[in-house]
């Protein structure tokens, strides 16, 4: 945990110490409700990705509101939660080499929901002895339908790798993921749909076809052939969700408490926060998040501890020194790994403070 003073509950969050993030519970309780209703009237299961949070207790709350089970990306992500209690896990990455795989079977003796995904038969021959002989494994396949990350790259590829899923010892086929470029509906649904009729061709089920992503999650109705689909950044929101048109800033759950701590010149000052604060993960952006205090301030640059902000374009009043200001980060995953706690709001006086259970985990 943290050295810095630890917040309490009650205390006036200007008086803490900075740089911290900040959760507002009215916009978190807000976001799980607007995104669980969405999936509740498109009859579409919600399996929210933990990644963006790492903290058990949002989980219970995004479950608790209706969601099914989670979404991990390490085996180590998993451990946690199965500690904390949730049985229908998936994690979303192909898993290779004998110290994760004897790690999988030990998680999958423990819990009774567990899934993963693979994209090559050498993930799945990998898995297939690694659980000869022990519960069977659940094992997605993941499609590529545009994203160009990971995938089999056609329908006939995913039935393929389909049918040896199904024929390998100690696995089963669970059905069919992606994670799409954003907008791109109908590239999925007839990546989908035609891999589901190969399958169909080959007399092998398909109980699970999972579509993902946060920017457009509320076109995730387009996708006809999906059962569920996956978000993780929903839950706080960030500035690229906003630049996306998937919310607005009154929408964002989390901001950076910073402090301006010198102003070198005129048209410069600095803050507290820097790249183990804001991260230096621009998402497309030329800066390093939005100064909700003084939008017009621009954070030109991020050393370790320090951020650059250049004030020329602010007319009227600019930060003085020792004054707080709120960054919304521009993508607030990456944040919740670089600190140890999450400190959570309510009008400005802190409601609790969550440890960052999974976060900083190697596989």
Known sequence: MTNLPHPRIGQDIASLSTPLPMID?????????????????????????IKTHKIPNLAREQVEAGARGINCQKITEAEVFADAGFEDILITFNILGPEKLERLVALNARISGLKVVADSETTVSGLSKAFSGERPLAVLVECDTGGGRCGVQTPDAAAALAKAIAG????TFAGLLTYPKADTEDAVEAFFSAAIAKLADLDIPCPIVSNGGT???????????????RAGTYIYNDRSMVRAGHCSLDDCAMFILATVVSRPTEDRAILDAGSKALTSDLLGFSDFGLILDYPDAVITGL?????????????????EIGEKVRVIPNHT????????IMTFHKDGVVTRVEEVAARGLVW
């Open 25 to 49: 519970e009215a916009r978190l309780a807000g976001n799980i409700a607007r995104v669980q209703s969405y999936m509740n009237t498109h009859g579409l299961a919600f399996r929210p990705h």
């Open 303 to 319: 050393s370790e501890e320090h951020g650059t902000v250049d004030l020329s374009k602010v007319t009227g009043r600019r930060p």
């Open 215 to 229: 920017p457009s999650l509320f076109s995730a109705h387009k996708v006809k052939s999906a059962t569920e689909h």
């Open 168 to 171: 390998a010892p100690g696995l």
């Open 333 to 340: 995953c990456v944040v919740s790994n670089l600190f140890d």
